[in-house]
């Protein structure tokens, strides 16, 4: 490899020199592919087959690390980025075509607090990573239907499934996300911290209409 065209946020296009990658590369825990790797086409794959996408970079991070060492390169470099979580996005917006993707499929750890019936789940995690986990201690979350969909991307629109009628949706039981931000910090965001990300991250506790939504018993917090 001697230089990668990548799509920048602009519309243009910027080069990525070997020396820039192979520093990015350097100082990330996980793998980075570009369309020379093995690996790179199993890397954008998802699960709606009409996309055929193929991104200049796929950053496949482990950690919170990762994640802000690849925003900060996109921001430096001013890339295209898109964001991975399950990948069940029927219109595809998990991958960029021609810019960086920041895949979290790695980050999947579930941790229960039986104590406080909430869990903390990372963002790549699919709802039966979830299940798994809570189920050994008799909870459940208001999830999806369909076990190999991501947390990140159900939660983010919601999240209808089993249980929605009796403990409403997923973002209704949301406490809090770790976020890390375009400017590659990481924060809090709750009712309490950040209130008005804590807000992106759900619809609002009242509708245009002036209804209340109806308070659920949380059940855990996302880190995104
Ligand atoms: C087979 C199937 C069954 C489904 N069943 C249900 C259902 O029962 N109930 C329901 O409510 N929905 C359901 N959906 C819809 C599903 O919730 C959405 O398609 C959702 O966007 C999938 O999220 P994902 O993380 O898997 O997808 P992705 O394509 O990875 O992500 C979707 C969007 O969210 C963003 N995103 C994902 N994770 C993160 C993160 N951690 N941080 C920041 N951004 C993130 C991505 O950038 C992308 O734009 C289903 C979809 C499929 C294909």
């Known amino acids: 490899m001697n230089t990668i065209s990548i799509k920048t946020n602009s519309g243009g296009e910027a080069t990525i020199t070997e020396n820039q990658f192979e520093e990015f590369q350097s ?31 796929v ?3 482990v950690g919170t690390s990762d994640v802000i060492h690849a925003v900060n390169f ?31 499929s790695l980050m999947r750890r579930v941790t229960v607090d039986r104590k406080n019936q909430t869990a903390r789940v990372d963002g790549g995690c699919l709802l039966g990573d979830v299940d798994y986990e809570t189920q050994l201690n008799g909870l459940a979350v208001s999830a999806g239907i369909v076990s190999h969909t991501g947390v990140g991307g159900l939660a983010l629109g919601g999240g209808f499934g089993w249980i929605s009628r009796k403990h409403g949706l997923s973002v209704d039981n949301m406490i809090s996300a770790e976020v890390v931000t375009a400017d590659g910090r990481v924060v809090t965001a ?22 209340s939504r109806k308070k659920q018993k949380p059940w855990g917090s996302m880190s995104v």
């Open 27 to 57: 100082n990330f825990r996980g793998s980075v592919f570009h369309a020379g790797t093995h690996g790179y086409n199993q890397a954008r794959e998802i699960w709606n087959g009409m996309f055929d996408k193929k991104p200049a970079l």
């Open 59 to 61: 950053a496949r991070c």
């Open 74 to 104: 996109g921001r430096e470099n001013d890339l295209e980025v898109s964001v991975k979580g399950g990948g069940h996005n029927s219109a595809g917006t998990a991958v960029t075509d021609g810019g960086l993707m920041i895949d979290l």
């Open 190 to 211: 709750s009712a309490t911290e950040n209130e008005d990300l804590f807000w992106g991250t759900r619809p609002k506790e009242k509708n245009s209409s002036g209804r």
